[in-house]
């Protein structure tokens, strides 16, 4: 379709351009061209000429190459190798280069999604340009965040893109470099978190053994309308930035499994300050030595569960009680209390979200 509105911008500069001309495709194929004859054919250029997005003459022909996402999509051409020739392909390509920004923000889905997410678009427009697009606007939608070590060089893009290929239901958009959003429409029996992270897990496995990357995801919550997936989209972001604070190691993130850590996050740094000053009083919780927060740590997985912590960490039983009490004496916190051992699990998680807010300034 947007080869008709290249044809269209063309029969503008008949008159004007005495040359013939016209825009090529990826495979150099003219599709729209001052004349009507020549569309269709194929013209002998090697496109692979133009990877700096100069002006180049070939043949007696001047060519102006059009890249969209750092990818040569287009090439106007004007067969004359003139100085005048020269600025025209500029022109045009500078005219081309509008009209495909138009026609994504107008007629492409991908673009309009996108621009959701963004909050590029008003509240009130989303539903008429859901019509005339023909996206179901009440349908339930899932986003998916997929976050990248490294950056994308369109690998992960396209293994995903075949992993999600019905294109009236399913979009896979890249935001940045390091960036992925998945928007899908789901049905009443996708709707369980293990569902969900069920389809996570096997992206996840897919891209690791297809582009050797790895990747983290973000959960967002179902968004029952177009407008709800912006909603969507945030709570992802959030999931993954929670999960890069409090649980780093792990590639799943859903933004309704994230429990004390969402609050924590939503908390302002000064009152988590006075909260750690208040339970680790004089610094106490800077003399706890590796081996001693490791121990902390495991005696929380292991329920408080002495015996069984102590054999998890082939120590005896006797020692571990010792490495308590010695906790005990320099934070007033006796772990074998519930309350206690509450008091101070938040606190290491506040002391690292503290931390991280730290890094980030």
Same mark, same amino acid.
């Given at each position: 379709?947007?080869?008709?509105?290249?044809?269209?911008?063309?029969?503008?500069?008949?008159?004007?351009?005495?040359?013939?001309?016209?825009?090529?495709?990826?495979?150099?194929?003219?599709?729209?061209?001052?004349?009507?004859?020549?569309?269709?054919?194929?013209?002998?250029?090697?496109?692979?000429?133009?990877?700096?997005?100069?002006?180049?003459?070939?043949?007696?022909?001047?060519?102006?190459?059009?890249?969209?996402?750092?990818?040569?999509?287009?090439?106007?051409?004007?067969?004359?190798?003139?100085?005048?020739?020269?600025?025209?392909?500029?022109?045009?390509?500078?005219?081309?280069?509008?009209?495909?920004?138009?026609?994504?923000?107008?007629?492409?889905?991908?673009?309009?999604?996108?621009?959701?997410?963004?909050?590029?678009?008003?509240?009130g427009?989303?539903?008429?340009?859901?019509?005339?697009?023909?996206?179901?606007?009440?349908?339930?939608?899932?986003?998916?965040?997929?976050?990248?070590?490294?950056?994308?060089?369109?690998?992960?893009?396209?293994?995903?893109?075949?992993?999600?290929?019905?294109?009236?239901?399913?979009f896979?958009?890249?935001?940045?470099?390091?960036?992925?959003?998945?928007?899908?429409?789901?049905?009443?029996?996708?709707?369980?978190?293990?569902?969900?992270?069920?389809?996570?897990?096997?992206?996840?496995?897919?891209?690791?053994?297809?582009?050797?990357?790895?990747?983290?995801?973000?959960?967002?919550?179902?968004?029952?309308?177009?407008?709800?997936?912006?909603?969507?989209?945030?709570?992802?972001?959030?999931?993954?930035?929670?999960?890069?604070?409090?649980?780093?190691?792990?590639?799943?993130?859903?933004?309704?499994s994230?429990?004390?850590?969402? &609050?924590?996050?939503?908390?302002?740094?000064?009152?988590?300050?006075?909260?750690?000053?208040?339970?680790?009083?004089?610094?106490?919780?800077?003399?706890?030595?590796?081996?001693?927060l490791?121990?902390?740590?495991?005696?929380?997985?292991?329920?408080?569960?002495?015996?069984?912590?102590?054999?998890?960490?082939?120590?005896?039983?006797?020692? &571990?009680?010792?490495?308590?009490?010695?906790i005990?004496?320099?934070?007033?916190?006796? &772990?074998?209390?519930?309350?206690?051992?509450?008091?101070?699990?938040?606190a290491?998680?506040?002391?690292?979200?503290?931390?991280?807010?730290?890094?980030k300034?």
């Open positions: 379709m947007i080869n008709k509105h290249f044809q269209s911008a063309i029969y503008q500069f008949v008159g004007i351009i005495e040359y013939p001309f016209g825009i090529l495709d990826e495979n150099s194929i003219v599709i729209a061209s001052s004349s009507n004859s020549a569309i269709g054919k194929l013209l002998p250029v090697d496109l692979d000429l133009f990877q700096d997005g100069s002006v180049v003459t070939e043949g007696g022909v001047t060519y102006k190459p059009i890249f969209v996402r750092s990818k040569l999509k287009f090439c106007v051409y004007v067969e004359s190798d003139t100085e005048f020739a020269a600025k025209y392909a500029q022109m045009l390509a500078a005219t081309f280069a509008n009209i495909k920004q138009f026609y994504e923000e107008k007629y492409d889905a991908g673009n309009f999604l996108k621009n959701i997410l963004s909050d590029s678009i008003l509240p427009d989303i539903y008429a340009r859901s019509k005339e697009l023909k996206l179901a606007y009440e349908v339930p939608r899932m986003v998916y965040l997929v976050n990248l070590s490294v950056q994308d060089d369109g690998d992960v893009h396209a293994i995903l893109s075949g992993m999600f290929p019905d294109k009236g239901k399913q896979v958009i890249t935001l940045d470099e390091k960036n992925i959003a998945i928007i899908t429409e789901i049905g009443e029996t996708d709707l369980s978190t293990k569902k969900k992270e069920e389809l996570v897990s096997t992206i996840i496995d897919t891209v690791r053994s297809e582009a050797m990357i790895n990747i983290c995801v973000g959960i967002g919550s179902v968004a029952n309308t177009l407008r709800d997936v912006a909603v969507s989209y945030r709570e992802a972001q959030v999931a993954l930035e929670i999960g890069r604070v409090f649980d780093a190691e792990k590639e799943i993130l859903n933004y309704e994230l429990g004390i850590g969402r &609050l924590i996050y939503q908390l302002p740094v000064k009152l988590c300050q006075m909260f750690l000053d208040e339970v680790f009083k004089k610094d106490s919780i800077d003399k706890l030595d590796a081996e001693t490791m121990t902390i740590q495991k005696f929380f997985d292991n329920s408080l569960n002495i015996s069984e912590t102590s054999r998890k960490l082939f120590i005896h039983r006797n020692t &571990l009680v010792y490495r308590l009490d010695k005990q004496k320099l934070t007033g916190l006796d &772990l074998r209390e519930f309350d206690d051992a509450i008091i101070f699990k938040v290491m998680m506040v002391k690292k979200y503290l931390s991280a807010n730290v890094m300034i």
